[in-house]
């Protein structure tokens, strides 16, 4: 009976990383995308990054509705799937969506998830959980690219192609570490 329950734990575990690690690679092949597209019109491309963003953000409510008796924290990633699934219709249905809107949207992204992330770590160090500095960095290298993703000159000067490409990676690390950290915020039974 045990084997087979340490099966189980063992399977979840994969099963949660194997999402988290579907959706690094999704946004990191939309940053590549975003690294490489026109400088500043990247409405050619948005209906990619909406549909990256609609997966991570389903995938996190997979995740969180197989697994919120079973993660410390659980709540947050409630928190992001919702945000990042209802945002990503903006950018998959609105018609109306222009180029210099784009790195502005990913900004507020950037810093909604960003506080979220810094939310979760304090979470994690009020119950001791070593990694939560993890999530507190993570989350503030989040605000830090979200402010600079909505200063209009540094866009103009490195292009909103940059900017959306290392909001789109900054996220990756964060899932990155969410991956490496999750054995220590899964609750054992």
Known sequence: MGNKLEKHHHLRITLVRAGWLLITL???A????????????????????????????????????KN???IHGAHWLLADGMS?????LFLLFNDMTTPAMIPFFFGMWELFSGVLKVN???????????GWHWFLGTGIFELVSGVIALIKPIDDLIGANVVVAVILFVQC?????????????????
């Open 84 to 88: 990042t699934a209802l945002l990503s």
């Open 26 to 28: 999704a946004l990191l």
């Open 120 to 130: 979760d770590a304090w979470d994690l160090k009020d119950l001791d959980i070593f």
């Open 173 to 189: 690390c964060s899932y990155i570490f969410k991956i490496l950290i999750f054995p220590r915020i899964q609750k054992h039974e």
């Open 30 to 65: 939309c940053s590549v995308l975003s690294f490489l597209a026109d400088g500043h019109d990247l409405s050619p491309i948005s209906v990619y990054l909406g549909a990256a963003m609609l997966f991570a953000g389903l995938m996190n409510l997979l995740i969180y509705e």
């Open 68 to 70: 919120k008796h079973r």
